[in-house]
C-alpha cells in the first residue's frame, strides 16, 4: 500500500527550500531570464552554499531509515528528490537547473555507475548528453559511436540541446560501441570538462528557462579511461539480454522522470500562489463555502486548476514512492512525467489567462512561468512518447510492435 508520509528530514529540507526559493531565487528570477545565458548566475554559486553537499542527482532504492509504517514502507532518497525539486521549481526552474552540483547526469551515474564509480567521481555537476541532431525522442538512434583503443574509449559524435552542457563539469554521454547492433550496444560514458575533443561549440537562445545553459557539444577523436563506462562495458548476446541491456541505461529514466515532473509541481503551484495573490490585490478571494451554483467561473476554473495539480503530485510521488521502496516504477515514471509536464504548461498558461494583462505583463512572473513550463513537457522524453511507453507496458508490446 502506498505510503506518503514524509520523514522529518524530507518535511524540514523542504521547509528550509521554501526560504531558499522565495529569498534567494525569485530575487533573482527577473534578471537572469532577461541577460539568459549572458552572464553566469554569480549570486546563485554563493547561495548554493546553503544548500550543502546532499546528492540532489537521485538515486535509485536508496532506503535508508526514516519515516516508514509497520509493512516497512519508507520515503527516502527518491521523495526527497521529487519533493525538493518541486520546492526549487516552485522559486524558479531556470535556476534551478543552473544550480552547481544538480545534474540529470547525476542522476544517470547513480542509476548505472558502479559503486566504486560514484565513490571515485564523488561530488558532481554532470549534464546528459543523449539527443543528436537525427535523434530526439528515438534515443536507440545515436550515432555517436565509443571505440576501445588500448586502455581509452575514443568517441566520436555531435550531441545537441544539452542542458547545463556549458556549466557542468562533467557530461555523461551516450554512445554505442558497435552501431550494427542496434540499442544493446548503448552506453554511457563520463567525460570530465577539459578532456581534450570534447567541445561546446554552441549555446542556445530559448523560449524559456533561460537562466539555464542549454548547449550542443561536439566530440572528435574525445579520448577518456576505459573505467569511464558507466556500469557494464558488455554487449549482451542473445536477444533477451540485449532488451535488458538497453534497459539498463533507460533505468535512468526511471529515476530522472518523476524529478523532471516535479519540475512542473513546482511551476503550477508557483503560477497558482501568485494568480491567488494578484486576485487577492484586485478583491477577488475564494471562498470555499460557497455552493456549486454561487461559483464564479474564475473560482470554478481554479477549483478545476488545483484538481489537476493535485493528480499530478499524487502520480509524482507515487512514482517517487516505488523507487524507495524497490518497485519497478517504469510504467509510473512516465505516467507522471506525461501527466504533470501537460498539467504545468495547462496551469500556468490558464493563469495567465485569468489574470489577463497582468498575467501576460512582465511586471510579475505569471508570463515567465508560463513560457518556463512549457519545457517539461518536452525534454526527458516528451509527452506523447511518455503515452507510448505506457501504452506499451499496459497492451505488453515491445518498442517494435507499437511505435
Ligand atoms: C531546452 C531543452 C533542453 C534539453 N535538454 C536535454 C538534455 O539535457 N539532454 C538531452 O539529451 N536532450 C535534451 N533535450 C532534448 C529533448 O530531450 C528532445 O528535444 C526531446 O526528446 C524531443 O526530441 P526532438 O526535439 O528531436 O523531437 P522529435 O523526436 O522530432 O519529436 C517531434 C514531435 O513528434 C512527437 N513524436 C515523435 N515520435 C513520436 C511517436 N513515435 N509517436 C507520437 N509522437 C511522436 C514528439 O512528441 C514531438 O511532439 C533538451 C531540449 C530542449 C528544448
New binding site residues.
Partial sequence: MIFLELPKRIEDTRALLRQFSEAGLRPLSRKYDLLEQKEMPEELYELSKLLGSGNRGGGRGAAKPGAGDEAGNRNANNMSMVVSSAEICWGDVGLFLALPNVG?GNAAVSAVATDEQKEEWGKLFA?????EPGA???SAAIKTTAVLDGDEWVINGE?I?????YRSKQVVVWASLDPTLGKAAIKSFLVPKGTPGMTVTRV?H?LG?RSSD?AQIVFDNCRVPKANLLGNPEIAKTAEARKKAFGGVMQTFDNTRPMVAAQALGVARAALDLTYDLLKEKGIELDYEKGYHQMSAVENDLYDLEAEYETARLLVLKAAWMADNRQPNSRNASMSKAKAGRMGNQVALKCVEICGQLGYSKAHLLEKFARDSK?ID????????QQ?IVARQVLGKSSSEL?
Fill in positions: 540529470l549534464a546528459m548528453a543523449i539527443t530526439g525522442s528515438d550531441k540541446f544539452v542542458t547545463d552542457g542556445e530559448k528557462i542549454t519545457i518536452i525534454y526527458e522524453g516528451t509527452q506523447q512518447i507510448l511505435k
